[in-house]
């Protein structure tokens, strides 16, 4: 797992080029804005409408990136985001959102 010093910026913007991971993202995000405290692989599948195997490709590089965790639940593998990663990705983006570009 990724702690809060080793997020990499390059990784993290690199993983959200895809639509399919910001997909799983939005349903992550969602999930836990419902009480849930993540998502099966077979729940991010149906909700992203892709199957189990790029499921588990896309879950992969989030979690390289530091977007996203992975525990085990009972026999499923529950993901959900890592709030962290995300802000620090926006931190970086906010200079460039004052008007002087």
Same mark, same amino acid.
């Given at each position: 797992?990724?702690?809060?010093?080793?997020?990499?910026?390059?990784?993290?913007?690199?993983? !959200?080029?895809?639509?399919?991971?910001?997909?799983?993202?939005? !349903?992550?995000?969602?999930?836990?804005?419902?009480?849930?405290?993540?998502?099966?692989?077979?729940?991010?599948?149906?909700?992203?409408?892709?199957?189990?195997?790029?499921?588990?490709?896309?879950?992969?590089? !989030?979690?390289?990136?530091?977007?996203?965790?992975?525990?085990?639940?009972?026999?499923?593998?529950?993901?959900?985001?890592?709030?962290?990663?995300?802000?620090?990705?926006?931190?970086? !983006?906010?200079?460039?959102?004052?008007?002087?570009?």
């Amino acid at each position: 797992m990724t702690t809060e010093e080793e997020i990499d910026l390059g990784k993290v913007f690199a993983a !959200l080029t895809h639509d399919d991971r910001r997909a799983i993202l939005h !349903l992550l995000r969602r999930a836990h804005e419902n009480g849930q405290p993540g998502l099966s692989i077979t729940q991010i599948a149906v909700g992203a409408e892709i199957s189990r195997f790029g499921a588990s490709h896309h879950l992969g590089v !989030l979690r390289v990136a530091g977007l996203i965790r992975t525990v085990p639940e009972n026999r499923a593998q529950i993901s959900s985001i890592v709030p962290h990663a995300v802000v620090e990705a926006i931190d970086w !983006l906010i200079p460039f959102t004052d008007g002087t570009i």
